[in-house]
Every structure is written in C-alpha cells, then in structure tokens.
C-alpha cells in the first residue's frame, strides 16, 4: 500500500508537469481552452504576488498545506520535477543528517520571503521573479528549449524539402536576447546541477521564496510523515533517500517543513515503520497544539485577505499621464506600473505571440519589437495565456480599441519627400485607418495620420522602406488610452487611393 501510494504521488508528478513543459514547447491552439492553455494552477508565486486572478488558488494551497504539508512541491513545481528527475538518476551516494545547520537553513528562508516581499511592495515583482520556480522552469522552456526544438524541425522541414517533400511546414521563431537567453538557462541549470552533485532539493528549503512559505504552514500540517519507534530497526534506508534532508533516523524524528512530501521513505521502508498519517497522542508534540494551528490558519487567511487590499490601493495612472516612453507594452498590460507590477516573467505571452512580435527585456518583461513585425490586429491571445493578470484578457473588439502607442510621421524622412516616389505602405497595411494617403505636389500622394484611430500596432512602422530611422513610428504610451472606432461616423472617411502601386522606392 505504501508503494502504492508513491507511485500514485509520481503519476501525478508526471502528468502535471508533462502539461505544463507541453504548454511551452508546443504552440496549443486557443481552441482547446483556458484550462489547457493557461497555467494559473501552476503558479503559486503569482497568487502569493499580485493577487490578480488568484485567491482562491492562494486559498486553496494554503488549506492544502495545512493539511496535507508540501505536496505542491512534489507534485506540481516545474523546478523541483526536474530537480528528482535528475536526483533519481545520478549514483546513490551516502547522506548524513543534516548536511547544514536548521537554523542556517532558516536564515536563508527569511531572506528569501524578505527579498520575495520588499521586491513585490516596491513594484519589482522581477526580482522575485528571478529565484521562483515557475518563472525559472517557464522562461528555459520558453527561451531555450523550445527556440532549439523548433531549430531542429526546422532542419528536418529543409532536408524534407531538398527531397521535394512538403507536408511539414517552417515554424517562427521568436529570438532571444543573449541576455535573456543566458538568464533563462543558467539559473535553473546551476539550480540542477547543484541538485545532482551536491545536497538535492536544498534549494527548495533554504532559497525557494514558495518553499519558504510553505515550509511554515507545513510544519503545521495535519497529515505528517511518521517514524514508528515500536517496529524501526535503524537501517536509515529512510534517511539515505530523502532529497529534502528531513529525516533523522537515529532520533526517529521528521523535518516537517522540510519534507516535500515525495512519499520516498515511506515506499522504501523495509518493516513499514513510516506512515504518511494524521498526528496521534503517540506523536503529537506540544509546539503543534490546536491553538498553534488556529493562529496559522487565522495568520494566513487574514494575510490572503488583507495584503490583496493593500496592492489594490496602489496608485493608478490616470488618463492625463500620456506620456510616450521607448517600447510599447503588449494590449491589456494597462500601463508600465501595472505590468510592473504584476508581470513574473515567465514568457508565455512570448512563446504564443504568432507575429513574434514580442520579446522580454532585461527585467524578462514583454515588450513589441516593430522592425520585424507588428502587434496582430485579430489577436487576443497574449491576454489569454497571461497567468498572472499582467496583461489582461480582452475579447477581440476590446482589444482592437486599445492604444498601445500612437502614429508619429516624419515627413522629411519619407521617400516620397526625398526621393518623389510613391509609396503608401504604411496605409496599405494600417488596419485602422489611421494612416492615409493624402495630395501631395500634384500627383503625388503622402501618408495622413490620426492619432484618434491609431491603436498603436507597428504595422506602419514595420513596412516603412526608410533606413536606417524610419519615416513613420509608433511613440509608445506609458498609459494606454482607448482608441476611437475606425466605424465611427467620425471616421468614415474612405483612404484615398494611390495611382502608383508599384512602390517605387
């Protein structure tokens, strides 16, 4: 029965994280729904965080915690699956308990929640971003692992089709910077790495900001792993395969908020002396009395209910603050502070953009490059997969009126000022009508813009022949505003049509 239950532990190990890797290398239609695509059961960081979609989930994993200690941590934590994959794979080697000092350990995880609350406060939820596992796992799938999978089907496309065979076609791929590319890979890797030669899953309970919180509502739990005195003949098979180091099997004692709740020991076990059970008069220890839970749960409902409150009086831009800044943020994000506030920086915005229009910054916060493409007028879906609220879900009309940036034209850059040629790319592909084409000496015509219609896209921009500064950009807003509809009576207006499609430039 004890190895039952580990093996159950493991299925659903492996289920939710197969999801959750598959939400990041394979581009999932939105068709399949919220639950498919989004990931919002996955992070706990985002709930302890922004509060934008989740109490119920903060709610929920504290509740589940109480009861039943880390199972978040074994089950449904990216990082720490990679983590065991690699732990069960690496030589059996002997351990001693503990490998460092607990109240080392708990100094560690007070800096970690501290570092995790001053960064989320002070409007850096990157910082904390940084170190959770979510984000971590999330940002070496989105910009590592799936860019190289994507390279290697690529490659099989091109050989496919020297051989005259087309039934595969190329994939986009977003590039990423260097830098974002190294952050991605090198932190969880040395997170890994440390894991398979060193001391395991120590990074979850001395500098994991979710680990350290959950440590504290575990130690309270009422389910506990339990050492039977009566029947353990001190084999300390228990102890050698714990990877959180929770076990002291001489003085039959577990590390309550250690332990992850893998199951291992209890599996393991030869005389079955190891039960995952609610505490009995046997093994009730005074610190875990009913008051002690009372004030946990009180301390942790009052915190999920209050903290939100105090986010929420956060100081909001107003509509007079439109002042432009130098990349625009994607539609739904509201503003710069708001995405500051908000964002994790896991990518998934990123990995689903189809016009690979989006890229993280240094801070792994999105923003639109438009000299390779533009913002999809039809679509929606960086809204859709955002588990955090950052940006925020907008049906498609929504978010066809918000205006990330407006159109800014610089005459004396066009080619038909400098060069008397027509043009009107940046009309032809303006889905709004912003951009016109109006007379310009005689029989020429030049682009018309107006900003009332503009949302912001980059289509303009990112057709505009002029280089290396192009004639015609989109000046982002640190606001965004709500555009007029292009059906409006006020727009009716009908673009004037260019004698010369040629694009002669």
């Known amino acids: 029965m004890n190895k039952i239950f580990y093996r159950l532990r493991i299925a659903f190990q492996i289920i939710f994280n197969v999801l959750f890797f598959s939400l990041f290398i394979f581009a999932l239609p939105i068709a399949l729904g919220n639950i498919?695509?989004?990931?919002?059961?996955?992070?706990?960081f985002s709930a302890l965080s922004t509060f934008?979609?989740?109490?119920?989930?903060?709610?929920?994993?504290?509740?589940?915690?109480?009861?039943f200690g880390r199972f978040y941590c074994s089950i449904l934590c990216p990082l720490g699956a990679m983590q065991d994959l690699f732990i069960n794979i690496k030589p059996k080697r002997k351990k001693m308990y503990p490998p460092y000092s607990t109240k080392i350990t708990n100094i560690f995880r007070f800096i970690a929640v501290l570092i995790f609350s001053v960064s989320i406060f002070a409007s850096a939820s990157w910082v904390a971003g940084l170190f959770d596992p979510y984000s971590m796992s999330a940002r070496?799938?989105?910009?590592?692992?799936?860019p190289l999978l994507f390279r290697i089907y690529d490659w099989i496309v091109f050989a496919l089709n020297r051989a005259d065979i087309y039934f595969l076609k190329p994939v986009m791929v977003n590039p990423a910077s260097l830098w974002v590319t190294l952050s991605s890979l090198l932190l969880p890797l040395a997170i890994v790495v440390i894991a398979v030669v060193k001391s395991e899953?120590?990074?979850c309970n001395s500098f994991c900001p979710v680990g350290a919180i959950l440590s504290i509502l575990s130690r309270f739990s009422i389910f506990k792993i339990?050492?039977?005195?009566?029947?353990c003949i001190n084999c300390a098979l228990c102890e050698k395969s714990c990877p959180a180091y929770a076990i002291d099997s001489k003085n039959y004692k577990v590390d309550q908020s250690r332990c992850v709740r893998c199951l291992k020991c209890q599996a393991i076990c030869p005389k079955k002396s190891i039960s995952f059970t609610p505490e009995t008069e046997g093994t009730k220890s005074d610190r875990l009395s009913?008051?002690?839970?009372?004030?946990?749960?009180?301390?942790?409902?009052?915190?999920?209910?209050?903290?939100p409150d105090r986010l929420l009086r956060k100081k909001n831009y107003t509509e007079s603050e439109t002042n432009f800044v130098k990349r625009s943020i994607p539609p739904g994000a509201i503003s710069y502070k708001h995405l500051s506030n908000s964002c994790i920086g896991c990518g998934r915005c990123v990995d689903i953009c189809p016009s690979k229009t989006l890229r993280l910054d240094i801070t792994n916060k999105p923003y639109l490059n438009y000299h390779e493409a533009s913002c999809e007028?039809?679509?929606?879906?960086?809204?859709?997969?955002?588990?955090?609220?950052?940006?925020?879900k907008k049906s498609v009309p929504e978010k066809k009126l918000i205006a990330i940036g407006l159109v800014n034209f610089i005459s004396n850059l066009c080619v038909v000022v400098t060069e008397g040629n027509d043009c009107g790319a940046c009309a032809e592909h303006c889905p709004t009508g912003a951009v016109v084409m109006g007379p310009y000496n005689d029989r020429l015509y030049i682009p018309v813009t107006d900003t009332k219609l503009c949302v912001g896209c980059g289509s303009c921009e990112r057709v505009c022949p002029v280089r290396p500064e192009r004639a015609i950009i989109v000046q982002s807003l640190k606001t965004h505003k709500t555009a007029m509809s292009p059906h409006s009576d006020s727009s009716e207006q009908a673009p004037m049509q260019i004698e010369n499609n040629d694009f002669n430039f």
């Open 377 to 392: 007028y039809e679509c929606n879906k960086c809204g859709i997969v955002c588990p955090v609220g950052a940006i925020q």
């Open 290 to 307: 009913f008051f002690d839970k009372s004030i946990t749960i009180a301390s942790g409902t009052i915190a999920a209910l209050v903290i």
């Open 52 to 67: 934008a979609y989740s109490l119920f989930v903060l709610i929920l994993y504290i509740v589940i915690t109480i009861i």
């Open 201 to 203: 899953r120590s990074y």
């Open 36 to 44: 498919l695509i989004k990931t919002e059961f996955f992070t706990l």
């Open 140 to 146: 070496l799938f989105t910009n590592v692992v799936q």
């Open 226 to 231: 339990v050492i039977d005195e009566n029947s």
